[in-house]
C-alpha cells in the first residue's frame, strides 16, 4: 500500500482556490530525486497571498503552497543526500511553481537543498526560514554597498513582520542604531526589545509632503513594503546610501522621480531570495545562524499546526501577525 500523509491542498473553485486538509499518498507528489519528511514550514506574507489567491503566484491547481519547509530525508537519488538528513528548502518558486511545505511528504531536486545550519533545530530554521534568509540577504547587500555601523541610522519599513523583525534584530546585533517604522503601535515595545532605538509610525511617514527629496536622514533602509513607503524613503536617504528593496505589501507601483538616483545617487538593491546562487545561499545561511541564535528566534517565534493555516491567510496580509509563524507538519 501506497504510504499516505496530510496536506494542505489549494482546489479551485468559481470564487477562488479553497484551502482543506487531505489525505494523500506519495504518488500524489511531483517528480524530484529527493523525498522528505517534512518538520516544520513558515507561514510568510506571500503564503498570505497563496491561501487567499491573490497576485496570480500559483497557476496550476490543486497546489500544495508553503514557501519553505524543513525536514529529514526519507528517499534519495542524489548522492549529496542520505536517509536521515536534515534539510532546509527556501526559494525555487516551491510553494508556487511546485508543491511546497504545507504537507508531511515534500519531493524535490536535490539542487534546491542546503543541510541544516548549524545550531538550529527544524523549527529554529523555520523561525529564520524565508524571512530571515531574506532579512539577511539585505543587510548583506547594504554592507556591501558601505554600510556600517558609524555611518548614521539605518530605517527597516514593516519593521513588525517576519523580515522586518528579524531585520531590526540582525541590525542591532552587528551594532547598527535601527528605526523601525511599524503600522502597529502596540508592537513598539516589542520593537525595542529587539534592538530598534526609534519606533516610527507608519502613518505619519507616509504622510510626509510627497516631494522628490527631503532632508538627508537615513544612512540605509531595509524596505518591506514597497509601492508608496517605498518613494518616502528614498526621498529621505542620504547622499550615495543604498535601500534594500523586499517587499511588496504596499504595492508593485512606484510613484517616485529620478531625482534621488541623479542628485544624490541613491542605489536602489532589489533583495531576491529565489533564485539566490548556492554559494550566497549558504554562506548567508551560515552568517544568520551565527548572528541570530536559536534562543533569539524563540523569543519571536508562534507555532500553529496544519489545521490552523486556513484562517491564516488574511491574518498576515492584514498584518495582524507578528514576528514569526511556523507550521507544525508533524
Not at 43 to 64: A, E, F, T, W
Amino acid at each position: 500500500m501506497t504510504e499516505s500523509f496530510k496536506a494542505l491542498l489549494l482546489e479551485p473553485q468559481p470564487d477562488g482556490p479553497v484551502a482543506t486538509i487531505r489525505t494523500l499518498t506519495l504518488d500524489d507528489l511531483p517528480a524530484g530525486e529527493v523525498l522528505l519528511q517534512v518538520h516544520y514550514s513558515g507561514l510568510n506574507y506571500k503564503d498570505g497571498m497563496i491561501l487567499q489567491g491573490r497576485g496570480n503566484l500559483v497557476r496550476d491547481y490543486p497546489h500544495v503552497p508553503g514557501i519553505d519547509l524543513a525536514g529529514t530525508v526519507l528517499e534519495s537519488a542524489d548522492p549529496r543526500y542520505r536517509p536521515g538528513d536534515p534539510v532546509v528548502l527556501t526559494g525555487y518558486r516551491v510553494g508556487e511553481a511546485h508543491w511546497g511545505g504545507y504537507a508531511q511528504r515534500a519531493r524535490v531536486r536535490g539542487d534546491w537543498l542546503i543541510a541544516q545550519p548549524p545550531g538550529y533545530s527544524a523549527r529554529q530554521a523555520m523561525a529564520a526560514g524565508t524571512a530571515g534568509f531574506t532579512a539577511m540577504l539585505a543587510v548583506q547587500a547594504l554592507e556591501d554597498h558601505g554600510l556600517q555601523p558609524s555611518t548614521g541610522e539605518v530605517l527597516v519599513t514593516g519593521a513588525s513582520g517576519g523580515v522586518g523583525s528579524i531585520a531590526v534584530r540582525l541590525l542591532a546585533r552587528l551594532g547598527y542604531t535601527v528605526t523601525a517604522v511599524t503600522g502597529r503601535p502596540e508592537n513598539a515595545n516589542y520593537l525595542h526589545q529587539l534592538g530598534a532605538s526609534t519606533i516610527l509610525d507608519r502613518e505619519a511617514l507616509a504622510d510626509t509632503p510627497a516631494k522628490p527629496l527631503l532632508g538627508e536622514r537615513w544612512a540605509g533602509c531595509v524596505d518591506t513594503v514597497g509601492g508608496d513607503m517605498l518613494a518616502h524613503v528614498l526621498a529621505g536617504m542620504a547622499y550615495g546610501r543604498s535601500v534594500a528593496a523586499c517587499g511588496l505589501a504596499g504595492g508593485a507601483q512606484l510613484q517616485t522621480t529620478v531625482l534621488p538616483f541623479l542628485l544624490r545617487g541613491i542605489n536602489l538593491l532589489g533583495i531576491d531570495s529565489v533564485l539566490c546562487p548556492a554559494e550566497r545561499r549558504r554562506g548567508t545561511w551560515e552568517r544568520l545562524a551565527a548572528l541570530l541564535p536559536g534562543a533569539d528566534l524563540d523569543a519571536i517565534t508562534s507555532e500553529i499546526g496544519l489545521e490552523d493555516l486556513p484562517d491564516c491567510g488574511e491574518s498576515i496580509l492584514k498584518g495582524q501577525i507578528r514576528g514569526r509563524t511556523v507550521v507544525r507538519l508533524d
